[in-house]
């Protein structure tokens, strides 16, 4: 009988150290995935995803600053879009009047002060699916016709820095630089895919027509413009078309210098769209 109950004994135990034993398969399976895991570079583009947000309203508005050769020629802001791709179109904004620094402190603010292309970025009422640079005129310089090299330079260098299409790189600017736009394009035409001034004074005559004849340009002025005169866009505008059908005008009836701006936002006109299309 105690033979039996030894014997009963051994084998319970055998029994239960078979039951403990980890299985091969067991084993193998978790291995393997905290090896997967540890092999699995992390990115930092999965925040939004990690957050919840909804990936199309992330985007990134910053302040750049441009040198060549440890010269600083611009402060700038960027505005990136959620997803961009390889290739992207670019739009340059010139500010107006109001973004002048008079004075060392004066920042990239300046830009975003009043209602206009770089506080509608910031502030995500305008989405744009393209980037987005807005420089900002250096102490001292009145208008973008006095530092055109400089510019030319500051255009090429941020297309190769953030990889854009360099057949699509638009400008657009409003009061004193829709002036700017003007003045730049007709100064590097080459370089700009379209061309769209707000509120922008312009001299009609045979080179300007002559330069701007093979370019989409869009116009947009108010009529109760007491600021700078509507009447220059159109009359341009009027010129160009006679050997450009790419050129257009709209007047935006009642609106004044500063309400111009409000094209960038207007879902009937699809201005940013058009600057890429």
């Not at 009963?8 to 399976?29: I, K, Q, R, T």
């Not at 905290?34 to 302040?63: C, I, L």
């Not at 050769?69 to 179109?89: H, R």
């Not at 590097?188 to 989409?216: C, H, M, Q, R």
Request: proline letters at 4%.
């Amino acid at each position: 009988m105690k033979k039996l109950f030894v014997v009963f004994l051994v084998c319970a135990l055998l029994f239960c150290v078979s039951c403990s034993a980890p299985s091969d398969v067991g084993s193998n399976s978790s291995k393997d995935s905290a090896s997967t895991g540890e092999n699995t570079p992390s990115s930092s583009s999965s925040n939004v995803a990690d957050s919840g947000k909804d990936e199309e309203s992330e985007y990134s508005f910053e302040e750049k600053t441009f040198a060549k050769n440890g010269t600083k020629l611009f402060d700038y802001y960027l505005y990136t879009p959620a997803s961009v791709k390889e290739n992207s179109p670019l739009v340059v904004y010139l500010h107006g009047g109001s973004g002048i620094p008079k004075k060392e402190t004066d920042g990239l603010s300046l830009l975003t002060d009043g209602d206009g292309l770089p506080k509608f970025l910031r502030d995500g009422n305008a989405k744009p699916n393209y980037y987005v640079v807005m420089p900002q005129l250096p102490l001292g310089k009145k208008g973008w016709s006095h530092v055109k090299n400089q510019f030319s330079t500051f255009l090429d260098g941020v297309i190769v820095e953030y990889g854009c299409d360099k057949t699509h790189v638009s400008i657009t600017g409003h009061s004193m630089e829709g002036k700017g736009t003007w003045d730049i394009s007709l100064a590097f035409t080459d370089k700009f895919y379209k061309i769209a001034p707000l509120s922008g004074s312009i001299t009609t005559n045979d080179t300007n027509v002559e330069k701007l004849k093979n370019k989409p340009v869009w116009a947009i002025v108010g009529s109760a413009d007491t600021i700078v005169d509507p009447k220059q866009s159109e009359n341009f505008i009027a010129a160009l078309k006679k050997v450009n059908t790419n050129a257009k005008i709209t007047v935006l009836e009642n609106y004044d210098h500063f309400m111009v701006v409000n094209a960038y936002l207007d879902d009937s006109l699809k201005l940013l769209e058009w600057l890429v299309a």
